[in-house]
Antibody, heavy 120, light 108 residues
Framework: EVQLLDSGGGLVQPGGSLRLSCAAS????????MSWVRQAPGKGLEWVSG????????YYADSVKGRFTISRDNSKNTLYLQMNSLRAEDTAIYYC?????????????WGQGTLVTVSS | EVVLTQSPAILSVSPGDRATLSCRAN??????LAWYQQKPGQAPRLLMY???TRAIGVPARFSGFGSGTEFTLTISSLQSEDFAVYYC??????????FGQGTKVEIK
């Protein structure tokens, strides 16, 4: 059974940093590109960042480019999101998401989400 | 960037009735469109991919249609567990992968 366990969220001041983690199990992690998707309180879904299975390619939404860094450790089956220069508008639940197959990009497995609150 | 516009924002439906949700793209996404269902406090659940293929475990009362720029998700006879928010997502032109703003299906 595929499991994605998101962690690392919390309360941080504007301008601060936070690192999110997603521990994966139940599938061959390095075969799959992975993504982070966020949802601000009461709002819709926003794709934030993605990374190839090898980690050699990374992708970012314009809203986080230059501030967030996605990475992965395939030896630990873990996905990361380093978030720097955080703003109030980054407040959201952050989900890691796995595509249905290694060659598709719709997400059939999601973590439970971790809440990031940026506030002074 | 592909912009997806969902309509209506809120759909009030009685249990047992049919619900039709719309998703429109501002450029051609072929059939590379997915639908998700999200209930309060839960992560999204994949319902449909390739516009019309049901994901594993999705009941047959859910059906998807469309290609290009116009898509619909139909729930033939709404059950109590179907009241939720529904999002479309395009997977044709990326990055970024983009979502619609959602349609809330509520009890009438």
């Amino acid at each position: 059974e595929v499991q994605l366990l998101d962690s690392g969220g919390g309360l941080v001041q504007p301008g601060g940093s936070l690192r999110l983690s997603c521990a994966a199990s139940g599938f061959t992690f390095n075969y799959y590109d992975m993504s982070w998707v966020r949802q601000a309180p009461g709002k819709g879904l926003e794709w934030v960042s993605g990374i190839s299975g090898s980690g050699s390619s990374t992708y970012y939404a314009d809203s986080v480019k230059g501030r967030f860094t996605i990475s992965r450790d395939n030896s630990k089956n873990t996905l990361y999101l380093q978030m720097n220069s955080l703003r109030a508008e980054d407040t959201a639940i952050y989900y890691c998401a796995k595509p249905m197959t290694p060659v598709t990009t719709w997400f059939d497995n999601w973590g439970q989400g971790t809440l990031v609150t940026v506030s002074s | 960037e592909v912009v997806l516009t969902q309509s209506p924002a809120i759909l009030s439906v009685s249990p047992g009735d049919r619900a039709t949700l719309s998703c429109r793209a501002n450029q051609n996404v072929n059939n590379n469109l997915a639908w998700y269902q999200q209930k309060p406090g839960q992560a999204p659940r994949l319902l449909m991919y390739y516009a019309s293929t049901r994901a594993i475990g999705v009941p047959a009362r859910f059906s998807g249609f469309g290609s290009g720029t116009e898509f619909t998700l139909t729930i033939s006879s709404l059950q109590s567990e179907d009241f939720a928010v529904y999002y479309c997502q395009q997977c044709n032109n990326w990055p970024p992968w983009t979502f619609g703003q959602g349609t809330k299906v509520e009890i009438k």
